[in-house]
């Protein structure tokens, strides 16, 4: 149904573009109603009085139930036996007996209409899942992510723990450990090492750490660590694979570098040399897609700026050697200012965005 006020705003606009020389059925379609709708609603007085079907008095239908068949489904649906059975179980249940009063939509409508279609007994109505938590980071040290997987060994069933962290807006590995077991100290104790080695104690504006919903990164231990150094922990929804996305997206590029172990690691030595390895490689050499293809480091330290701004002028410099070969315009060599972790508060990101007079996000 259209509203009142949208009929009168659509008749205004199709009068116009009739008048202005449009065809009817041309300007009715292009507002998406038939010229036979906008013809009853002059006819019937629909601009003026709007739709009348709400108020319309319809007859009640001859086979509906009546007041006292209704009262006895209450009766029924109301007995001790059935105070904690559905209708969908208690149809069934009566056919048994030899007793038809309704059907389980029947039921429904009529504990529905008096205010019992809850969840019967005590089970309790489903929940609604909260909306992710959105961080902005325009600067490191703002928002950190951090996880745990497994490294296989070569003995089976026994693994190595590789617990990383994340920079949010430079995508630099801050913090990383390699343990035989997963544990509680584990974690307080990177995380410390981590906040001593990024400066965290000088920074009036301490980072948001995230993290999934594992016991170790939730334990007590981790959070009097935090607590401690004015870390603000963060965590994903209950069952939600995708809230921590960075993180996950860091595991499998190191599970998929053609020097991973597939096989196995040897023991926790070898497992601790490949993650150095690795992380060097990743802050030092990865020209990482989601940062203008510059490596972390030099996005942690800010020279992407510099480095972005020479590709910039290179690429405008080419394409003035050889306008032909160029389409369109240059490559956007801009630098990313703005990275978000779940963005959904649209009203938050916006806000941000024309605070700072960025660039569309990248996540």
Same mark, same amino acid.
Request: hydrophobic letters at 40%; one cysteine or more.
């Given at each position: 149904m259209i509203a009142l006020e949208d009929r009168r705003r659509l008749a205004c606009d199709i009068a116009l573009a009739h008048d202005n020389g449009a065809r009817l059925s041309y300007a009715c379609d292009i507002v998406g109603i038939d010229e036979r709708t906008l013809q009853r609603w002059k006819a019937q007085d629909g601009?003026? =009085? &709007? /739709? &009348? *079907?709400?108020? =319309? !008095? *319809?007859p009640t239908p001859s086979h509906a139930l009546s007041a006292a068949e209704r009262g006895a489904l209450l009766v029924v649906a109301n007995e001790p036996r059935f105070a904690a059975v559905p209708p969908a179980r208690i149809v069934p249940m009566l056919a048994d007996e030899g007793v038809y009063l309704a059907s389980e939509s029947s039921f429904a409508r009529v504990l529905r209409a008096h205010g019992q279609s809850r969840h019967r007994g005590r089970a309790k109505a489903p929940k609604a899942g909260r909306p992710p938590t959105t961080h902005i980071a325009t600067a490191p040290r703002q928002v950190w992510c951090w996880d745990m997987t497994y490294l296989?060994?070569? +003995? !089976?069933?026994?693994?190595? #723990? @590789? #617990? @990383?962290? !994340? /920079?949010? #807006? $430079? *995508?630099?590995i801050v913090g990383w450990d390699v343990q035989a077991r997963d544990h509680a100290d584990h974690a307080a104790h990177l995380v410390r090492r981590t906040a001593l080695t990024e400066g965290i104690a000088a920074l009036t504006a301490k980072p948001v750490l995230h993290g999934d919903n594992g016991a170790t990164l939730k334990a007590t231990t981790v959070l009097a660590m935090l607590e401690w150094l004015g870390v603000k922990p963060s965590y994903s929804r209950p069952r939600v694979s995708d809230d921590n996305p960075y993180s996950e997206s860091l595991f499998r590029t190191a599970k998929y570098r053609p020097e991973f172990p597939a096989k196995g690691l040897v023991d926790l030595d070898a497992a601790r040399a490949w993650t150095s390895d690795f992380v060097r490689w990743y802050n030092h050499e990865h020209r990482h897609s989601g940062i203008r293809y510059v490596t972390p480091e030099q996005r942690h330290s800010g020279d992407d700026h510099d480095i972005l701004a020479a590709r910039h002028a290179l690429y405008t410099a080419a394409r003035a050697r050889k306008p032909a070969r160029w389409s369109g315009v240059t490559r956007n060599w801009s630098p990313i200012l703005v990275v978000t972790l779940n963005p959904e508060r649209d009203d938050i990101i916006k806000t941000h965005l024309n605070g $700072?007079?960025? !660039?569309?996000? +990248? =996540?």
């Open positions: 601009l003026n =009085a &709007g /739709d &009348g *079907r709400p108020r =319309a !008095l *319809r296989p060994t070569t +003995v !089976l069933g026994r693994w190595c #723990y @590789l #617990y @990383l962290i !994340l /920079d949010l #807006y $430079s *995508r630099k $700072s007079h960025t !660039l569309p996000l +990248v =996540a």
